[in-house]
């Protein structure tokens, strides 16, 4: 609404709105600020409360499990007979090795032998038809009576014309003639006795002895077959009794190796299967080779089986145990009872209180000389007949009450007792076996556990 007559100053006033004031914004602000602060606050400490609850549960359910025993199956560390050894692959190889091939060629008459069965050296086992080579044997010998008949002729006529010559009838040419006659049947006759020698050989070629005792494999060539001379390939035999391993060892340990073997001129190996678990045989190491592989930095190694039970077959992969060392009373405990911490290896020894008539877990340092399968030797840190945990570590802590049993092999008696009386090489199917695969650590000076209880204990705590 205007009005007329009034100054334009005063309308524009009046069309202006009034404002609120600042201060008020400012305290809406706050108050909004306030709440959301108040609410935050009540969420962290609703979230710090729960933790804290749960903390508390978790404490109190550990310390429930604490004082519930905790099954758990146990061996005896125990001393027996055991050995250090070196360990590699090993190939068996027969310790002489035959194929046999003709000599002469011709027809292969029907064999003598039967395939798969021992021969003896000299033993015949294939005969080629000899009737060509004889036959040559006869002409030969026929040459030789012929000659031998021309010579007893020149010699006859040397004797007349020597006796004209003495009398002055025939002249000193003729006589020489027939001197040179003479020697050129002789020369003959040599000749067919070389000849002769020929087709003798030839002829006793027809039949093939074995050249060594040994085993005799499948029959290459069916009898009936023209066989060519120094070219087919008619049968393999193999020395089985002896045989050879071939195996190689890394460069550094063969010092120690060849130490040994000048030292004590016998080192005895063991022939393992493919698994590592059932021994095969026992040999003692023959040599090592003149040089080192510079491919690969091993050196190859012989080692020498009487395999009187042919338990050991050509071409044959096989684990090798070098022997280095006879430990007599040798500390050792089951391989299952090896634990690895930050600080090394230990176990867990279970500890009997008679009066209180309970059980405890505690962890122990150990000093690792040597893993050997089933079974580990120790340098240091247990006692014979202490107790040590093979199965259920997984869910012990230090102090923790435990339900000892003892651990079982497969036949049903305690590993325990069946370590007492197993010695090295010995097969077993218990925890507490005798020796077994060599592992990783399957070398002598193997990594030593640490000795700080303490630290162990530290570590599982956390």
């Given at each position: 609404m205007s009005i007329e007559g009034a100054p334009e100053s005063y309308l524009a006033a009046d069309s202006i709105e009034p404002q609120p004031p600042a201060h008020k914004n400012s305290r809406v602000r706050f108050i909004v600020y306030l709440v959301l602060v108040t609410a935050l606050g009540l969420i962290i400490w609703q979230i710090y409360k729960n933790q804290k609850q749960n903390a508390a549960n978790s404490a109190s359910q550990a310390a429930a499990l604490m004082g519930r025993p905790v099954p758990v199956q146990v061996a005896a560390a125990a001393e027996m007979p055991m050995p250090i050894f070196l360990t590699a692959l090993g190939t068996v190889t027969p310790y002489m090795s035959v194929t046999v091939k003709a000599r002469v060629s011709g027809e292969l008459e029907p064999v003598k032998f039967t395939e798969g069965q021992q021969v003896r050296q000299g033993e015949t086992i294939l005969?080629?038809?000899?009737?060509?080579?004889?036959?040559?044997?006869?002409?030969?010998?026929?040459?030789?009576?012929?000659?031998?008949?021309?010579?007893?002729?020149?010699?006859?006529?040397?004797?007349?014309?020597?006796?004209?010559?003495?009398?002055?009838?025939?002249?000193?040419?003729?006589?020489?003639?027939?001197?040179?006659?003479?020697g050129q049947y002789q020369g003959a006759i040599a000749s067919d006795k070389a000849a002769i020698e020929a087709a003798q050989l030839q002829l006793d070629w027809c039949t093939i002895h074995s050249p060594i005792s040994g085993k005799i494999g499948l029959r290459l060539v069916d009898p009936g077959n023209i066989i060519t001379a120094n070219t087919t390939n008619l049968v393999v035999i193999n020395q089985y009794q002896p045989i050879a391993v071939y195996f190689t060892l890394p460069e550094d340990e063969l010092p120690q190796v060849l130490g040994k073997l000048g030292a004590e001129k016998r080192l005895s190996v063991e022939a393992y299967d493919q698994g590592d678990t059932q021994k095969l045989a026992t040999g003692t190491l023959l040599t090592a080779d003149n040089q080192i592989d510079t491919t690969t930095g091993t050196a190859k190694l012989?080692?020498?089986?009487?395999?009187?039970?042919?338990?050991?077959?050509?071409?044959?992969?096989?684990?090798?145990?070098?022997?280095?060392?006879?430990?007599?009373?040798?500390?050792?405990?089951?391989?299952?009872a090896i634990q690895s911490g930050n600080q090394g290896s230990f176990v867990w020894v279970v500890d009997t209180d008679a009066a209180k008539k309970s059980s405890t877990a505690r962890m122990q340092p150990v000093k690792v000389a040597l893993a050997e399968g089933q079974v580990t030797i120790l340098d240091s840190g247990l006692q014979p007949g202490q107790q040590v945990v093979v199965d259920g570590a997984d869910r012990l802590r230090p102090g923790q009450i435990v339900l000892a049993s003892a651990a079982?092999?497969?036949?049903?008696?305690?590993?325990?007792?069946?370590?007492?009386?197993?010695?090295?090489?010995?097969?077993?199917?218990g925890p507490f076996a005798a020796p077994r695969a060599a592992s990783g650590q399957g070398r002598p000076g193997a990594p030593a556990g640490d000795k700080d209880n303490g630290n162990h204990q530290k570590k599982e705590q956390q």
């Open positions: 005969v080629i038809d000899p009737r060509p080579y004889k036959a040559a044997l006869d002409q030969a010998k026929g040459t030789l009576l012929h000659d031998q008949a021309l010579l007893k002729n020149a010699q006859a006529e040397f004797a007349r014309y020597k006796a004209l010559f003495d009398a002055g009838v025939v002249s000193k040419e003729a006589m020489e003639a027939d001197e040179a006659a003479q012989k080692a020498v089986f009487d395999n009187q039970d042919q338990a050991l077959f050509p071409n044959q992969f096989v684990n090798i145990h070098l022997v280095m060392e006879e430990r007599p009373n040798a500390l050792v405990v089951p391989s299952a079982r092999q497969r036949g049903g008696q305690p590993a325990g007792q069946a370590a007492a009386g197993q010695g090295a090489g010995q097969s077993g199917g």
